[in-house]
C-alpha cells in the first residue's frame, strides 16, 4: 500500500518545495536529487475544507482539481476566490505577478500567508501593490483588469513554455516595475487600500530555472501502474521537473499526483504513463 498524495506546498518562510501526504507527512522536493514513483489503485477525490469524500469518490487521471462535483461545491461555499466570504476579517495584499516576457497578472492573497501563493503559481518575479480589507484588494485586482488589460489567470502551458527562455534579471524585473507605476497611478483605488512601495522578488534560484532545458515531454495523466522516474531539475509551482533516463526532460504537474497511491520506483526506471509532446516553440501538442 502506497502513500496517498495530497499535493505540494511551500512551508511558510521555506525555499524547499515538499511533496504532501495524507496524515500530514511531507518528502522534501531537492533540486539535483532522484525522484521516482508508481501509481496504484485508482485516484480518489480529496474531500473539502478538511473532510474526507463521504463516497470516496474515484475522479479523472487528468483532472487538475481532485474533487467530485459534490466535493467541489462544498469546497466553494467558503472560497474568497469566489467572493463567498467578504466579511472575511484579515488583511489581503494585491500581487503582479511575472511568469515570463509579456505574461503578467494580478491576483490577491491573504497576508498572512506571504509569498506562499506566488510559488505555489510558479511566478518567477512578483512584486506587492497594496495591502487592505479584502473587498478592497478585490476592487484594485478588478480596476487593474478593466484599465490595463492586465489578466487574473495565465495558462500553465505558457508559463512551462517560458521557463527554459528567461531574460535576464534586469528585465525580468523591468517588466514588473512598469506595470507598478501604472497600476499606481491609476484613479480609483479603494481608500481602504494602503499602496506599497515597489520591490521586486526574483525566483528564478529558488525555483532552480538557471540555464533550464526545455522541456520534451508533460505528462497528460497517471495511470494504475504507470511509473514516472528521473533527476529532479526544477520545481516550479505544482511543475516538477525531470531529467529521465530515455525521454528527456519531462515535466509533471503534482496536481495530477494529488489523490493517487504512490509507491517508490527507481530513478533509472522507464517513463510509463501517458505523456503530450512539446513542439521546438516550446507548445504543448494537444490540450492537457
Not at 500530514?24 to 485508482?42: C, D, H, Q, T
Not at 462544498?74 to 466570504?85: C, F, G, N, P, T
Not at 466579511?87 to 509579456?102: I, S
Amino acid at each position: 500500500m502506497g502513500w496517498r498524495c495530497a499535493g505540494v506546498g511551500w512551508p511558510s518562510g521555506a525555499r524547499v518545495c515538499v511533496l504532501r501526504w495524507e496524515g500530514g507527512r511531507v518528502s522534501p522536493l531537492v533540486i539535483g536529487k532522484g525522484l521516482g514513483f508508481r501509481a496504484e489503485g485508482v485516484r480518489r477525490c480529496v474531500g473539502a475544507r478538511g473532510n474526507a469524500c463521504p463516497m470516496a469518490a474515484v475522479v479523472p487521471g487528468r483532472a487538475t482539481q481532485v474533487r467530485c462535483p459534490d466535493c467541489a461545491r462544498l469546497d466553494r461555499v467558503h472560497s474568497v476566490a469566489a467572493d463567498a466570504v467578504p466579511d472575511d476579517p484579515r488583511t489581503y495584499r494585491v500581487y503582479l505577478a511575472w511568469f515570463g516576457p509579456g505574461m503578467l497578472k494580478v491576483g490577491i492573497t491573504a497576508e498572512e500567508r506571504g509569498p506562499a501563493r506566488l510559488l505555489e503559481q510558479g511566478a518567477v518575479v512578483f512584486a506587492w501593490l497594496g495591502r487592505g480589507p479584502l473587498m478592497a484588494a478585490r476592487r484594485t485586482e478588478e480596476l487593474l483588469r478593466a484599465a490595463l488589460g492586465v489578466p487574473d489567470r495565465i495558462a500553465y502551458a505558457r508559463k512551462r513554455a517560458a521557463r527554459a527562455a528567461l531574460p535576464g534579471p534586469e528585465e525580468r524585473v523591468a517588466e514588473v516595475a512598469g506595470l507598478h507605476r501604472r497600476a499606481l497611478a491609476l484613479p480609483g483605488w479603494a481608500e481602504s487600500l494602503e499602496p506599497i512601495a515597489f520591490e521586486a522578488v526574483d525566483h528564478v534560484g529558488v525555483f532552480g530555472l538557471d540555464g533550464l532545458p526545455a522541456a520534451d515531454a508533460v505528462v497528460r495523466e497517471l495511470v494504475d501502474g504507470g511509473a514516472v522516474a528521473g533527476r529532479l531539475v526544477a520545481v516550479a509551482g505544482p511543475d516538477l521537473h525531470l531529467r529521465t533516463a530515455s525521454d528527456g526532460i519531462v515535466v509533471v504537474d503534482t496536481r495530477l499526483m494529488t489523490g493517487w497511491d504512490l509507491v517508490g520506483a527507481g530513478e533509472g526506471e522507464a517513463l510509463t504513463v501517458p505523456t503530450v509532446g512539446v513542439r521546438e516553440d516550446g507548445v504543448q501538442d494537444g490540450l492537457f
